[in-house]
């Protein structure tokens, strides 16, 4: 029998394990040491240089980010935001007192938000800045649950059984709301009659334990908005019917972002009466880095006083309303700095851009002979397209999308929910930096990998092939 590898190569040095990171040698000083583990503390320092090549070079692993196209999180900003975000690194969001400028800022943006949405009274709506949608979305979820309490104990009635409506289609966050806060979730099917919640049947899952409805202005798994106003109005005929009168939460991680912009016809916000909260990324298409996201309600009355802390600040007090405590400010900054950069004008046209990029690919990959599309990102800049049915049986979209991450393009192919789940798409989310000319390359790897799979001669073996993408 063989004697085992010597871990060290001819002069002595360690050439690294799967449990150990080697430093380059270039950055060796005599007496540092020149291997770290990977899972446990060092015993020794290292010069700042080192531990920080080391780190530069694992996170370039990660791959390039204009290329990944599954994600909605921005991944630029120009270089005065860069120098903001520096600068203010240090800021911590909960302490007001501390950082008063700061909070004064996070209370103008949201403010600014109100407005985009068409509040009728800016300066009388609340919102809060939140590490991003999620826990915007759960705060919302929790405002709609603790008026809904209020209102069944005012009336002599229990409140043992909340539920909430929403669609098959619905991101994770809301998942965790229903789990974590005990709700019960109800989930509208989506069918290829019906791609959205779109107020088809509502009434077969509203009844007066219901907090509220969720309405998605940009699915994540197509991009396409939901109808707000026809939910509205098929909850008006309920409430009419029955009188359980139920608000609505808009998630719009995405498309509150959008909409103002590019459909301010769409009527979707604060117009419609039934709107409680809305909710949106500012690190997804309010193009800030990770993470951001808000939370607006549409006037006091409709976030519960019981659920707001209030803080010293300036002499004064000011509320707040978090799961979280600590948490950055410099992104709350920025969010304000691209306020004031852009302007209403400036995210119409990076907007615009973007959607047009989107409807660009969505129509050549339908000229495709093996693709049909499910929607062509006319709403948000993201679209999704599934295989032709008996188009082949040598390969599937998620084929496609290994062979495009050879190629360093990420684009993601999955499931739809349940009810559709035999169904497979595959996703692009086009955000600002996704040029024309770098979706004209993207086309071009698209049709050469179709082309490749298509003269396979045998199909591609299934079993054991991982699923690289979740939502």
Same mark, same amino acid.
């Given at each position: 029998?063989?004697?085992?590898?010597?871990?060290?190569?001819?002069?002595?040095?360690?050439?690294?394990?799967?449990?150990?990171?080697?430093?380059?040698?270039?950055?060796?000083?005599?007496?540092?040491?020149?291997?770290?583990?990977?899972?446990?503390?060092?015993?020794?320092?290292?010069?700042?240089?080192?531990?920080?090549?080391?780190?530069?070079?694992?996170?370039?692993?990660?791959?390039?980010?204009?290329?990944?196209?599954?994600?909605?999180?921005?991944?630029?900003?120009?270089?005065?935001?860069?120098?903001?975000?520096?600068?203010?690194?240090?800021?911590?969001?909960?302490?007001?007192?501390?950082?008063?400028?700061?909070?004064?800022?996070?209370?103008?943006?949201?403010?600014?938000?109100?407005?985009?949405?068409?509040?009728?009274?800016?300066?009388?709506?609340?919102?809060?800045?939140?590490?991003?949608?999620?826990?915007?979305?759960?705060?919302?979820?929790?405002?709609?649950?603790?008026?809904?309490?209020?209102?069944?104990?005012?009336?002599?009635?229990?409140?043992?059984?909340?539920?909430?409506?929403?669609?098959?289609?619905?991101?994770?966050?809301?998942?965790?709301?229903?789990?974590?806060?005990?709700?019960?979730?109800?989930?509208?099917?989506?069918?290829?009659?019906?791609?959205?919640?779109?107020?088809?049947?509502?009434?077969?899952?509203?009844?007066?334990?219901?907090?509220?409805?969720?309405?998605?202005? $940009?699915?994540? =798994?197509? %991009?396409?908005?939901?109808? #707000?106003?026809?939910?509205? !109005? @098929? &909850?008006?005929?309920?409430?009419?019917?029955?009188?359980?009168?139920?608000?609505?939460?808009?998630?719009?991680?995405?498309?509150?972002?959008?909409?103002?912009?590019?459909?301010?016809?769409?009527?979707?916000?604060?117009?419609?009466?039934?709107?409680?909260?809305?909710?949106?990324?500012?690190?997804?298409? $309010?193009?800030? =880095?990770? %993470?951001?996201?808000?939370? #607006?309600?549409?006037?006091? !009355? @409709? &976030?519960?006083?019981?659920?707001?802390?209030?803080?010293?600040?300036?002499?004064?007090?000011?509320?707040?309303?978090?799961?979280?405590?600590?948490?950055?400010?410099?992104?709350?900054?920025?969010?304000?700095?691209?306020?004031?950069?852009?302007?209403?004008?400036?995210?119409?046209?990076?907007?615009?851009?973007?959607?047009?990029?989107?409807?660009?690919?969505?129509?050549?990959?339908?000229?495709?002979? @093996?693709?049909?599309?499910?929607?062509?990102?006319?709403?948000?800049?993201?679209?999704?397209?599934?295989?032709?049915?008996?188009?082949?049986?040598?390969?599937?979209?998620?084929?496609?999308?290994?062979?495009?991450?050879?190629?360093?393009?990420?684009?993601?192919?999955?499931?739809?929910?349940?009810?559709?789940?035999?169904?497979?798409?595959?996703?692009?989310?086009?955000?600002?930096?996704?040029?024309?000319?770098?979706?004209?390359?993207?086309?071009?790897?698209?049709?050469?990998?179709?082309?490749?799979?298509?003269?396979?001669?045998?199909?591609?073996?299934?079993?054991?092939?991982?699923?690289?993408?979740?939502?």
């Amino acid at each position: 029998m063989s004697e085992p590898a010597d871990p060290t190569d001819f002069r002595g040095r360690g050439v690294g394990t799967s449990d150990s990171i080697s430093a380059n040698p270039v950055f060796e000083r005599p007496g540092e040491a020149t291997e770290l583990p990977k899972n446990r503390m060092p015993q020794s320092e290292s010069y700042p240089d080192t531990a920080y090549q080391i780190v530069h070079d694992e996170a370039m692993l990660d791959g390039n980010a204009r290329l990944n196209l599954a994600t909605f999180v921005g991944t630029w900003m120009d270089d005065f935001a860069v120098r903001l975000y520096t600068e203010s690194a240090d800021k911590n969001m909960i302490d007001k007192d501390e950082y008063p400028q700061t909070a004064a800022i996070e209370t103008r943006c949201w403010t600014m938000l109100a407005d985009l949405w068409s509040a009728a009274d800016p300066d009388n709506a609340i919102g809060t800045s939140t590490i991003g949608s999620s826990e915007a979305c759960m705060l919302g979820g929790l405002a709609l649950k603790r008026r809904w309490q209020k209102r069944r104990r005012s009336e002599g009635k229990s409140t043992e059984a909340p539920n909430l409506v929403l669609s098959s289609a619905v991101q994770v966050c809301w998942e965790k709301f229903c789990n974590y806060f005990e709700v019960e979730a109800r989930y509208v099917p989506i069918t290829m009659e019906h791609r959205t919640l779109d107020g088809h049947e509502l009434d077969k899952y509203v009844d007066e334990n219901t907090i509220g409805v969720v309405a998605i202005m $940009g699915v994540t =798994y197509t %991009g396409a908005y939901e109808p #707000v106003a026809e939910i509205s !109005a @098929a &909850l008006d005929r309920i409430a009419a019917d029955t009188g359980v009168d139920v608000p609505i939460h808009v998630d719009g991680a995405s498309g509150a972002m959008i909409a103002p912009f590019c459909q301010p016809d769409l009527v979707w916000d604060f117009r419609l009466d039934r709107v409680a909260s809305i909710s949106t990324s500012g690190h997804k298409y $309010g193009l800030v =880095y990770p %993470g951001v996201g808000w939370v #607006v309600w549409r006037n006091k !009355a @409709a &976030l519960p006083d019981e659920l707001i802390f209030y803080v010293s600040y300036l002499g004064g007090s000011m509320p707040t309303f978090a799961l979280n405590f600590s948490r950055p400010g410099a992104q709350v900054l920025l969010q304000y700095y691209m306020f004031l950069r852009l302007g209403s004008d400036g995210y119409t046209r990076v907007q615009q851009e973007s959607l047009a990029v989107a409807q660009y690919l969505a129509q050549e990959i339908a000229k495709l002979p @093996a693709f049909e599309l499910w929607n062509d990102g006319s709403d948000i800049p993201v679209f999704a397209w599934m295989l032709k049915k008996g188009y082949t049986d040598k390969w599937t979209l998620y084929d496609l999308s290994d062979r495009l991450r050879m190629k360093g393009w990420l684009v993601p192919a999955y499931p739809m929910p349940d009810d559709l789940a035999d169904v497979t798409v595959q996703r692009i989310v086009v955000r600002n930096g996704l040029s024309h000319d770098l979706a004209t390359a993207l086309l071009a790897e698209i049709k050469t990998e179709v082309d490749f799979l298509d003269r396979l001669e045998t199909p591609i073996p299934r079993e054991g092939q991982p699923v690289l993408f979740h939502h």
